[in-house]
């Protein structure tokens, strides 16, 4: 998917639709979308000055809200950042689709390879998901989780460790917190 696309996604996650205006808004008002807009720019970026650049942008926006999230860090379409506050995302992690993250989520990993999250996943706030787990599509991780293990997909899960409440029967119930869902396919 070509950078602007993505950006496109990111924007519908937030209102709902898309045009310059509401671009233009969302930049100036919105602290989530506006890193995600310059971390999608610097992750795209192919020459080296133009990089360099970028990224010393995206390094601004990460003192500024506290934001820790490598353009180097692989994200689907439809990224949506909840709240202002710490988030760090090891650059190794892969996250899917349509995923929510709260303010305080840590995706780390001392060992190598941090987690693979699926699709139309909400994380919740001060969760920590620790080491190469993978978490399945349509998943919802209550707050203050710590998820150290893999989580099958179209469930609900909670508690330290993290252990599954409720296996929800149909994805829309599992990834109940997900809104305006970007519909892979649709840029």
Known sequence: MKTFDLIKTDLYRYTGEYSVMLLLEQLMLNEGFN?????????????????????????????????????RTRIGPGFYISHIGTIVV??????????????????????????TIGDNVYIGPNVCIIEDVTIGDNVTIGAGSVVTKDIP???????????????????????????????????
């Not at 650059?91 to 941090?114: E, F, L, R």
Request: a positive charge; proline letters at 6%.
């Open 153 to 187: 997909p179209n469930v609900t899960v909670a508690g330290c460790p993290a252990r599954i409440l409720t296996d929800d029967a149909t994805p829309e119930r599992a990834a109940r917190y997900i809104m305006r869902r970007w519909q892979t396919g649709a840029a």
């Open 90 to 115: 090891n650059p190794t992690a892969v996250i899917g689709a349509n995923c929510n993250i709260s303010q305080g989520v840590t995706i780390g990993s001392n060992h190598g390879k941090a987690a």
């Open 35 to 71: 890193y995600m807009f310059w971390l999608r720019l610097a992750s795209a970026a192919s020459s080296r000055p133009v990089q360099l650049v970028l990224n010393n942008i995206v390094r601004l926006k990460q003192r500024r809200f506290g934001f820790v999230i490598s353009p």
